[in-house]
T-cell receptor, first 116, second 113 residues
Framework: GAGVSQSPSNKVTEKGKDVELRCDPI?????LYWYRQSLGQGLEFLIY????????KSGLPSDRFSAERTGGSVSTLTIQRTQQEDSAVYLC??????????????FGPGTRLTVL | SQQGEEDPQALSIQEGENATMNCSYK?????LQWYRQNSGRGLVHLIL?????REKHSGRLRVTLDTSKKSSSLLITASRAADTASYFC?????????????FGKGTKLSVKP
C-alpha cells in the first residue's frame, strides 16, 4: 500500500517568500505530525493533528508557521516570509492513534527547504 | 526540547561486529521507540518497547529498557554495511496529551565492509 508522501521533495526559495509544503498521510491514519530536522540534528516537533480535535501547535517556532489539515487527510504546512534559518528538512508522519499511548509513526521522505 | 539523548554520537565498526547505541531520557514514559534514518530523509520505525517491558527482540535487533535509570539500549548483532544509518530513540511523555514523539539527536552508525 502507499506510504506517506510529501511534495515537493526539494524547494529552493528566496528570503521573504512564502512556501507551502504538502503531506499525504496513509489512508485511515487519524494522526498527522510535522517535524523539522536541521542538518545533523534530531527531529523538532512542530504540530500534531488528531482526528477532528484542535491541533497541537505547541512546537511551531513562530507565527510565520501555520498548518492545516483538510478533511482529515491531506495537510499543508505554510511558512510565510521565509528566513534563512528556516532551511531544513520538513518531515511529515502519520499514525493510528487511540486514546493514550502514541503508536509507531510512518514517515514521508521529507521536503528539503533551502532559503537563499 | 530534547527528551532522548543518544550515545555515542557516532560509531564506526566493521561488518560482522555488534553495534550498541544508548539512549537516556528525562521524564516518565509510556513507551520508547527506535527509528532509523538513511541519508537525512524519512525515518523508519524499528521497534517499540513499552514501559512495563525490559527487553524486546526483532530479528538482529535487541532493545532493553531500564525505567529506573531512564535509559534504553539498541543492539544490532552481526552488523552489515547496509545497517549504516542514523539511529534515533523517541519517547512520549507519560500521560502526555500531545501524542507527538520527542526525538534525540541520533547516533550515526557506519559499518565498514
Amino acid at each position: 500500500g502507499a506510504g506517506v508522501s510529501q511534495s515537493p521533495s526539494n524547494k529552493v526559495t528566496e528570503k521573504g517568500k512564502d512556501v507551502e509544503l504538502r503531506c499525504d498521510p496513509i489512508s485511515g491514519h487519524t494522526a498527522l505530525y510535522w517535524y523539522r530536522q536541521s542538518l545533523g540534528q534530531g527531529l523538532e516537533f512542530l504540530i500534531y493533528f488528531q482526528g477532528n480535535s484542535a491541533p497541537d501547535k505547541s512546537g511551531l517556532p513562530s507565527d510565520r508557521f501555520s498548518a492545516e489539515r483538510t478533511g482529515g487527510s491531506v495537510s499543508t504546512l505554510t511558512i510565510q516570509r521565509t528566513q534563512q534559518e528556516d532551511s531544513a528538512v520538513y518531515l511529515c508522519a502519520s499514525s493510528f492513534r487511540t486514546s493514550g499511548t502514541p503508536r509507531e509513526q510512518f514517515f514521508g521522505p521529507g521536503t528539503r527547504l533551502t532559503v537563499l | 526540547s530534547q527528551q532522548g539523548e543518544e550515545d555515542p554520537q557516532a560509531l564506526s565498526i566493521q561488518e560482522g561486529e555488534n553495534a550498541t547505541m544508548n539512549c537516556s531520557y528525562k521524564t516518565s514514559i509510556n513507551n520508547l521507540q527506535w527509528y532509523r534514518q538513511n541519508s537525512g530523509r524519512g525515518l523508519v520505525h524499528l521497534i517499540l518497547i513499552r514501559s512495563n517491558e525490559r527487553e524486546k527482540h526483532s530479528g538482529r535487533l535487541r532493545v532493553t529498557l531500564d525505567t529506573s535509570k531512564k535509559s534504553s539500549s539498541l543492539l544490532i548483532t552481526a552488523s552489515r554495511a547496509a545497517d549504516t544509518a542514523s539511529y534515533f530513540c523517541a519517547t512520549d511523555a507519560y500521560g502526555g496529551s500531545q501524542g507527538n514523539l520527542i526525538f534525540g539527536k541520533g547516533t550515526k552508525l557506519s559499518v565498514k565492509p
